[in-house]
């Protein structure tokens, strides 16, 4: 067999499939919405009648006009464009804070990265210096290429 290719089931292991019977039910759990029989009664919604639509189209128009009644009051009542200026001069407001806010947030990451930059270029000096000290005090003071050559010219004689 080929690998990759899955190994069919022996029989003894193969159970076989129960899937369930449209229209009958598990023993012990209720039963469906359309599962249930329905009642002779039909449960149609009857239309409603001319005089309950107009009650209701009346109850509508009302409610309407009162409120727009109130609404023509308030604005005598309060001087509404003084509040409307003071609503955007207070959403300009909000707007140029957020703005400096985000600035703020900007700069803030920047210095950051720049004190992460520094860090890093530290430790990376730090490590290039110690390494060249170690080769440095290790080898007498000789660079390494010439170290080799000497080693190479010794095992030459």
Avoid: F, W
């Amino acid at each position: 067999m080929r690998r990759g290719t899955p190994r069919p089931t022996p029989p003894s292991r193969v159970r076989p499939l129960h899937l369930p019977t449209p229209g009958l039910t598990t023993p012990g759990l209720p039963l469906r919405e359309s599962q249930r029989t329905p009642t002779p009664r039909s449960r149609r919604r009857r239309p409603s009648g001319p005089l309950r639509q107009l009650v209701s189209g009346l109850l509508c128009v009302v409610g309407a006009a009162l409120l727009l009644q109130g609404l023509m009051i308030l604005a005598t009542r309060l001087n509404t464009l003084p509040l409307v200026s003071q609503a955007v001069a207070n959403l300009i407001r909000g707007l140029s804070l957020l703005a400096a806010g985000l600035l703020q947030v900007v700069a803030l990451l920047a210095v950051a990265a720049l004190a992460l930059l520094a860090l890093l270029l530290l430790v990376g000096g730090l490590a290039r210096l110690v390494r060249a000290l170690i080769t440095l005090l290790g080898t007498g003071g000789a660079p390494r290429s010439m170290v080799r050559s000497a080693g190479k010219r010794a095992a030459l004689r």
